[in-house]
């Protein structure tokens, strides 16, 4: 197993203890902060070193063209790529007129801080430069939950051992250099130079302002800052822009002891529409609100809001501080990934990275979204009406495609598909069966009839119509769906992929429920009766392949008369397996990347009996590599429910060191949002076993070896549940709200003001011998 | 149907009675003349107007970066593109300083003559400039079949009504710019300025010479001139040469009725290693061998040479002219891509236009070589001699796709592969199978034992193996490939492609029978006892999908469970559906764009019973569409086959005039080897019924209507046979050779130096009733 050697395990923070310049890149990525509309990584404020410098806005992006060898009929002809926008982190510092550069002088000590309650990354340096003169370093930097244009840092020096010109420069920089390149395909297309300028206005009168804008996609961008800086008497401030970069500019002398301390806040806004002035206004309004609450009004505002935001999300974990530690990281960068949106899209990096792209896929839908709707349920119904906004950009596809209804990309940042390899790409109608089931469950959970109204039956009805136009009844009156690629990719183009055909059977038959529910808003989208019974009958007919000779379903039609990959003949080092062989022999053998069928276990686990769970689960773990980081938490979700106790923890495991041990080696591109949500989904529906739907809330609480207690919160239908599960029993209690029927392993009970505990039945005695692919078992972990 | 209204129906020739410049660039390809080694485009002589400017020489390519959208494993980074190489074709005129241009003045006559035993390309104009000058040009070219790097234009100019300043520049011209451009992928990448000039010596002692290099490729090509004038006293010649133009110029003063005549001859020759002295020598050499001959020599040359090659591969057909034309137009240009190959690729559109890259495809193998195979051999050796040269860049590509053998590539001018789509090229692995089959046909035809040993068991063999590695055995024994792409390109990546199984199943069974055949050498290519068995028994236990509900094969395993294509909703305008409509609903639908079932009925016709055939027939021409020209002749064999007499010939109708009326609308790119061949393939496998293999000749000649006889030769073991078929007997007679034992229509008979005359029995009567899709009927055309 990787780990960051120097990241201590606490309940309630990220603390790295010392620099380590070799995982730089990677703890960018762990320390970035961000509102979901604004994104830092977690560079350090002199600028260098980096491993990729980010400041990321939620939504704006450059075109590109996405060029092929041999093109063909409806390929996406220009891809979208996130931009590194104008750069408001960095403040450099010159000692003694030698610059502040951890790789020259002596660090004494470096430590840096993200504290998940306070919502801040505070880093301390003590740092001798090469000549000697010591100083201490004191930041801290927040990118504002309540004020959503705005980021601050504070930045503290002190001269230590004798005094000292110091001179601190801060900057807002655009274009900056990327030295960063991978030949991943994973990874980003790199853009130079992105940004045009249009104005570079230095800070005379105490506000810088810089306005860009891009140059295909023609979004505008700005940028603005002001500085409180409080030095010895005789500090000097001067402010210089020129071309792409805007620079304050403090001069003093430190006596030993004395600190200069300049507190930078910094704001952004872009828009495809709004004209330089009005963006350079807007800007620098948002400074003056933010001015106006000064640093300690934002840091007590950020506590404030995550105080609220742990009040419906904390997950409590004893008996294994890692996980407990993992959760709440996953859950903050959830937060920041989703808090204020308002209609973009949570990439699958959130603003952390610039990884995929930028891309949003349906992790967000299948393994974020769920997560929110319990948590923080607002940041959903603003990430769906993102999908909704796109609703006519997937119609327009869907008719260029030759279908019906919408089909959405499989991946984008502005709503146009933008995948330029169509049988993991377009193939993947999953997407639109997916987003269907995020609607359907955020409904559910929220009751939020307004929102079923208008943003959930377009998307429902668009994402049904698909399906129809889709698949087709075969002579014998089953109806298949044919050619398309489910979450495994490492198959593609496959007949009658189960997953697939039972969400979609679902998204048919909540379409058909949710029109019957309104009728006049489903006349005017043009739903007849015969359509909605087309829609049913289509669900109701949907083929589901089984193996009667294996005992076991097909992840698609065919799939276990394939060959089973050569898993004895690869060596651990052609892990992932994409990276070193072709695709056509990955997609005609029985080598599953991440949970496909598996995946239908969970979300559709009412298409399945237990013993078929049980029989399927072993049948695929022995298949899946894992090369994916959207796989391990479903694995643990469904090793919990056949009783394999003792694995679904190793997966736990693996779904919370996904990124704070670089499991795959690529946390440098940004976090895997759908990974962190993940363990919220091991523990929450693992070992809490919560199923949700149709109205009913049900658990089925087990604990794995070592975790002796795990408490959850959650919100739906307007209570707020807390329970708190030990190895014996269940505790069940309302925080808030009216009372509401639970069920607890099958057996429905009410609660109300007063909590109930129930016992925990023991586990089902494992029926299958599990196995994984060799060396492909979950990673292990040190005992905590 | 799209006539070129100017061709004339001529049995030996193909005449244009007139200039149309709408379809100059189609003409281009029609009369375009080639050796194999050298090929012209039958661009006008003075340069302009043109469609495609083309020069081209067997295997000169240039690599060019293939990009993607997104990359993966095993995509092959570079792609080969054909060059058009130095222009020697050149020849301006000026009429009293007007130049000659057919878009200025007045074009009073114009005519051009392909003749197909002469192979010459003759051209007479009568033209008037703009200021009234008038003057009759003639013009006769050829590519010299026997002097390989030479080609040679006859140039004449007459005043024809008063006395004209006439001027003449004969030129070598490189770099040519191109404006003629595409969206349709199947058109060649552009190339700009592709050569890199290293000499440019003018033509002061008679003899013009340039040498370039590729920039990427690194090739070397050298072309020099000479020329012989014959004008009125005081002619005067000039020479000169800079950057990419070399130019001899000719200025005269013409009396009425007298004639400047030019002889130029014009060499080429390139490489990959000889420097630039050899090169300039190599094409100095080759002219002072063309002068030595002169004109007249050239010409009776190329006489006897087609004289030779008629004697073994003329096609009599009575009762239809236009196919007469076409069968002869076809093998002449057949002979033309083929003759001089000595050891490079047949590409798919021979030496004629740069489509397709100028790639070789399976084309090559399964339907070009198969009609040299019986009356051209040696082209045959020639083009699998290539094919053996390949061998260790096939196997380099086997090990990179993880597996044994060797993997032809699906698209070629050197020998890697560059297929940027791998769905329609890497996973068409039946063109290894293509090419073993190529191999066996040759050598039973010839009994070539020196060829089987050294180029067919190292082809065979690398194939086989790579089959092994392919396939792998069920729990029930049966052989299944899985996820391969069969000829069907509205298909892919599907499992047990008829087509596919059944050539694997013959080239694994060829392995094995040429393996014992040639023990030593066997043994040295370290084939054991073992893998001959894993072959046999890979081969014996092939899986063939048949549905027993509908009784028809499945062209691959699932396939007849398909949605069928909605026909119906398509409209005209919508095909070819691969520029409509994307791949993955043609995928996953029952739309078949060539003969795929249908071909291995033809190729692997031991395979299927009668009543198979006629069913299986019957139901994939419901769903073929015919986008490509690799079609049309395999329905002709097969309809023929099962009776379906009237339809065979409507669809060996459509196969004859692929090119001379430009069905596809792409013949401006090159003609369609493999459609020219497949006029052949309809007459003598269709209705002559020819099927050969194993050391039998068999014959089961029928004639469609209108056809009132047809004759044709063809070599086989050391015999040379004319076939003579009327609608109620077929006579064979023994031209050449040792007498034989063929079969008529299933009845083994012995063939000496008597004639032999036997009945045709009448055509089965037609068991089911045939319909193609709505609008996809072959082409019709208007009785001739």
């Not at 900056?176 to 297309?189: I, K, L, M, N």
């Not at 003056?288 to 404030?304: I, K, M, Y």
């Not at 089909?407 to 790409?425: D, K, L, N, Q, V």
Request: aromatic residues 8%; negative net charge; contains cysteine.
């Amino acid at each position: 197993m990787i780990r960051h050697p120097a990241f201590c395990v606490e309940p309630w923070s990220v603390r790295e203890c010392r620099l380590d310049l070799d995982v730089l890149a990677q703890t960018e990525s762990v320390f970035a902060l961000s509102n979901g509309h604004v994104g830092l990584r977690g560079n350090l404020e002199e600028g260098e070193p980096y491993g990729e410098p980010g400041t990321y806005l939620g939504g704006f992006y450059e075109v590109r063209p996405l060029p092929y060898a041999e093109t063909a009929y409806g390929y996406p002809e220009s891809g979208q790529t996130v931009v590194n926008v104008t750069n408001g982190k960095v403040i450099r510092l010159l000692v003694d007129d030698e610059p502040f550069d951890v790789r020259y002088g002596t660090l004494h000590e470096h430590e840096r801080v993200l504290d998940l309650r306070a919502g801040t990354l505070t880093r301390r340096a003590l740092w001798s430069s090469p000549t000697g003169g010591q100083v201490r370093i004191t930041s801290t930097r927040l990118v504002s939950f309540t004020h959503r244009a705005v980021a601050a840092i504070r930045y503290e020096v002190e001269a230590v051992d004798d005094s000292r010109h110091v001179v601190v420069q801060s900057e807002l920089v655009a274009n900056e250099t990327r030295q960063y390149t991978s030949g991943d395909p994973r990874v980003a297309a790199p853009l130079e130079s992105p940004l045009v300028l249009e104005e570079n206005l230095p800070a005379k009168d105490g506000v810088a302002i810089m306005v860009h804008h891009t140059r295909a996609s023609g979004l505008r961008v700005a940028a603005a800052m002001c500085h409180e800086i409080d030095g010895p008497d005789g500090t000097r401030i001067d402010a210089q822009g020129s071309a792409d970069v805007s620079r304050v500019t403090v001069a003093t002398r430190l006596p030993p002891g004395r600190r200069l301390r300049l507190v930078k806040f910094f704001s952004y806004g872009w828009s495809a529409r709004r004209s330089r002035p009005a963006m350079h206004d807007q800007v620098v309004a948002a400074l003056a609100a933010a001015r106006l609450v000064g640093w300690d009004g934002l840091c007590s505002d950020q506590r404030q809001f995550l105080d609220a935001f742990w009040e419906s999300a904390d997950v409590e974990v004893e008996g294994d501080a890692e996980v407990q530690q993992a959760v709440r990281f996953g859950m903050f960068h959830l937060l920041q990934s989703a808090a204020r949106l308002e209609d973009r899209p949570i990439p699958a990096k959130g603003l952390t990275g610039s990884g995929y792209d930028g891309h949003a896929f349906w992790d967000t839908e299948i393994f974020v979204l769920p997560v929110l709707t319990y948590t923080y349920p607002r940041a959903v119904a603003d990430a769906l009406s993102w999908r909704r906004s796109t609703l006519p950009m997937a119609e327009a596809r869907a008719t260029q495609l030759g279908l019906s209804g919408a089909a959405f990309p499989w991946r984008t940042i502005h709503g146009e598909e933008c995948s330029g390899y169509w049988p993991a790409g377009t193939a993947a109608f999953h997407i639109n069966a997916d987003i269907a089931h995020a609607v359907t469950h955020y409904v559910d959970a929220t009751g939020d009839t307004a929102f079923e109204r208008d943003t959930g039956l377009p998307l429902l009805t668009g994402t049904a119509r698909l399906w129809c136009a889709l698949g087709h009844h075969e002579s014998d009156g089953r109806y298949r769906i044919d050619g398309v690629t489910g979450p495994d990719e490492y198959s593609a183009v496959a007949d009658n992929n189960v997953y697939t055909n039972l969400m979609a059977q679902q998204n048919l038959r909540e379409a058909a429920e949710a029109a019957a529910g309104h009728p006049d808003l489903a006349a005017r989208l043009g739903i007849t009766e015969e359509e909605i019974t087309r829609w049913r009958d289509a669900a109701n007919a949907m083929t589901v392949c089984y193996d009667e000779r294996l005992g076991v379903h097909q992840q698609s039609e065919g799939f276990t008369r394939h060959g089973v990959w050569n898993f004895a003949a690869t060596k651990p080092d052609q892990y992932p397996l994409l990276l070193h062989f072709p695709y056509f022999d990955l997609y005609r053998r029985q080598v599953v990347k991440q949970a496909d069928l598996v995946l239908a276990l969970h979300l559709r686990g009412d298409a399945f009996t237990p013993e078929q769970k049980a029989r399927d689960f072993a049948y695929y773990e022995a298949l899946t590599v894992r090369d994916s980081s959207l796989s391990a938490c479903t694995q643990a979700v469904i090793a919990a429910e056949v009783g394999q106790l003792e694995l679904a923890g190793r997966y736990l495991g693996e779904a919370a060191m996904m990124d704070l041990a670089d499991l795959e080696r690529n946390t440098v591109d940004g976090l895997h949002m759908a990974s962190l949500a993940g363990v919220w989904i091991s523990l929450v529906a693992g070992f809490g076993g919560m199923r949700a739907g149709e109205g009913r809330m049900c658990f089925a609480p087990r604990l794995p070896p070592g975790v002796t207690r795990l408490g959850f919160r959650l919100r739906y239908r307007g209570s707020l549940l807390h329970v708190g599960v030990t190895s014996e029993t269940t505790s069940y209690r309302l925080l808030e709200g009216p009372p509401i029927t639970l069920t607890h392993h099958g057996e429905p009970f009410p609660l109300r003001t007063e909590p109930v505990t129930l016992p925990n039945p023991p586990a089902p005695a494992p029926r299958q011998q599990i196995h994984q692919p060799p060396g492909r078992e979950p990673a292990s972990r040190r005992p905590s």
